[in-house]
């Protein structure tokens, strides 16, 4: 593992085009260590800046900034730097497989667009701020790639070769993934590389004959010594868990069968089996641990730039439940100089206790790095984001990633002097406005000035809280800033913003 570099992020399940970075729900209630444990490199280093500088930052889709006009690069930028965003996790890689970029000479690397370079945009109006970007691959998927390259779909065992899912083991597709990761390392000043659906979309994937020999073949022959029956008990576990039906082909294998009879479903049958002594179920696992942990390490080699991964959050309440529904576990991520766990509570019907439990997992591994991913889209609320912020600063996190531009508004409080907090409130890109809430914890303020973009809007003052309207929100533009006054040295300890419309992230007082 190359040393790792001084940097930081501040990741994924999305929606829109749709950038699913976390989908299953699926728990299994005897959790098993992963075997072998985690291995610390000697190279890894504890990087010190993170220990005085709070690193946050925010995914954007390219579609995001190119709505946002010829100009959306250079405001995005201003926005950022007044929301006290330090890091912009561009995608230019998506579901899709199109590219954000203009500057390439791949024949088989589709553009998403051909009239504005949006990579060469973004790099040049965020360095001039400050900000660093990096690059995001969606790796797992590439519709575009498979649509030229059929056979080279990840195997469902119901439904055949998909369409959009990759066989991450396929050699050209790696190399696709290198020259596309090269090709943006020379032509752009990119500060890193963020990778993205690294792993197995689900236990039904991975079934093809490749697979089957991969698993049955010797293990001198680098297989994994199954013999037929324990592959087809591998199956009838499969089976089992998600209701397939299958019968024997002419060779004596296991294949799915519409015709066949669909067996009594027992919930989790081929997570729980995961364990040492069902040789067949732990081959599988380890063959689906192997690959991913191999194009891990593909990716990273092919950069000197600090690499990024987004990795699941099961693997804290079930180790066994990362091995066979993604094949990533924790313990490949030491190839990556950042972990970031996709911490998406409310996507998870869970709460901050649990941002915390998967935080303090990690740690007990070993991990130095853990940049969290948190939850600022659709079921999420400005409550829940702000406290799974709090949570991931109190388990001493140098940062977190927000997810997403777009999805959210931001609200960002600077002390100013001991007498003045200066809160600063940025739009998302769309048109949305609901009313705005701020409320002033452990003081009062004593007077309102507004200025910049804010000037003329009307707010009222109610003790501790400061109401902004939505009708004069919408004549606000991208951002505005406003000076709330206090008696000398009486400043407040919070500020909290929320909106009746909005997801709103609030900053920690500066």
């Not at 987004?310 to 190839?335: K, R, V």
Request: glycine share 8%; aromatic share 10%; proline share 5%.
């Amino acid at each position: 593992m190359k040393n790792i570099m001084q940097w930081v992020l501040a990741a994924t399940f999305a929606c829109g085009i749709t950038v699913s970075t976390a989908c299953s729900s699926e728990k299994d209630n005897t959790p098993i260590n992963p075997q072998p444990g985690p291995q610390i490199p000697d190279t890894l280093q504890i990087d010190t800046l993170h220990k005085d500088v709070l690193q946050v930052g925010a995914y954007v889709w390219g579609s995001t900034i190119y709505d946002m006009g010829p100009d959306g690069a250079t405001r995005l930028a201003e926005a950022y730097e007044k929301a006290g965003i330090k890091h912009a996790i561009l995608l230019v890689k998506g579901e899709k497989g199109t590219i954000g970029y203009l500057r390439t000479s791949l024949p088989d690397a589709p553009m998403a667009r051909t009239d504005r370079d949006i990579l060469a945009e973004t790099v040049s109006a965020m360095h001039e701020r400050d900000i660093k970007v990096y690059a995001w691959f969606m790796v797992g998927k590439d519709a575009s790639w498979l649509k030229k390259h059929p056979s080279q779909g990840s195997y469902h065992f119901r439904r055949g070769y998909s369409d959009e899912v990759v066989d991450l083991s396929q050699d050209e597709y790696r190399q696709y993934m290198a020259d596309i990761i090269r090709e943006i390392d020379q032509n752009y000043s990119v500060d890193g590389f963020a990778f993205d659906m690294v792993r197995f979309l689900g236990p039904y994937y991975g079934w093809a004959d490749s697979d089957y020999q991969r698993l049955t073949a010797p293990k001198t022959e680098g297989g994994y010594g199954l013999t037929l029956n324990q592959y087809n008990e591998l199956v009838t576990l499969l089976s089992k868990q998600y209701g397939y039906p299958c019968s024997p082909d002419a060779n004596g294998r296991l294949i799915y069968d519409a015709n066949a009879q669909a067996p009594n479903a027992v919930g989790n049958a081929l997570l729980t089996a995961y364990k040492p002594d069902v040789p067949s179920v732990f081959a599988f696992g380890k063959m689906r641990e192997n690959i991913i942990d191999s194009i891990s390490k593909f990716l990273v080699s092919q950069t000197q730039k600090p690499t990024y991964v987004a990795s699941m959050p099961e693997c804290t309440y079930s180790p066994s439940s990362a091995t066979i529904l993604y094949g990533m576990t924790y313990n490949q991520a030491y190839t990556y100089d950042v972990a970031s766990p996709m911490l998406y509570s409310a996507a998870y019907s869970e709460g901050a206790t649990w941002v915390t439990r998967n935080i303090e997992y990690l740690k007990k591994l070993g991990y130095q790095k853990i940049m969290p991913s948190l939850q600022a889209y659709r079921s999420a609320t400005t409550e829940s984001l702000a406290a799974d912020v709090k949570a991931t600063l109190d388990a001493d996190c140098p940062g977190y990633l927000i997810f997403r531009t777009g999805t959210c508004d931001m609200a960002r409080p600077v002390i100013k002097n001991d007498s003045c907090l200066e809160l600063t409130y940025v739009r998302g890109t769309d048109n949305k406005c609901g009313n705005l809430t701020v409320t002033i914890i452990d003081a009062t303020p004593s007077a309102i000035s507004m200025g910049g973009k804010f000037s003329g809007t009307n707010y009222t003052l109610n003790g501790q809280t400061v109401t902004f309207s939505a009708e004069s929100l919408g004549r606000l533009g991208d951002y505005g800033t406003v000076s709330i006054r206090f008696p000398s040295g009486k400043l407040p300890a919070a500020v909290n913003v929320a909106s009746d419309v909005r997801i709103v992230y609030n900053a920690p007082i500066e």
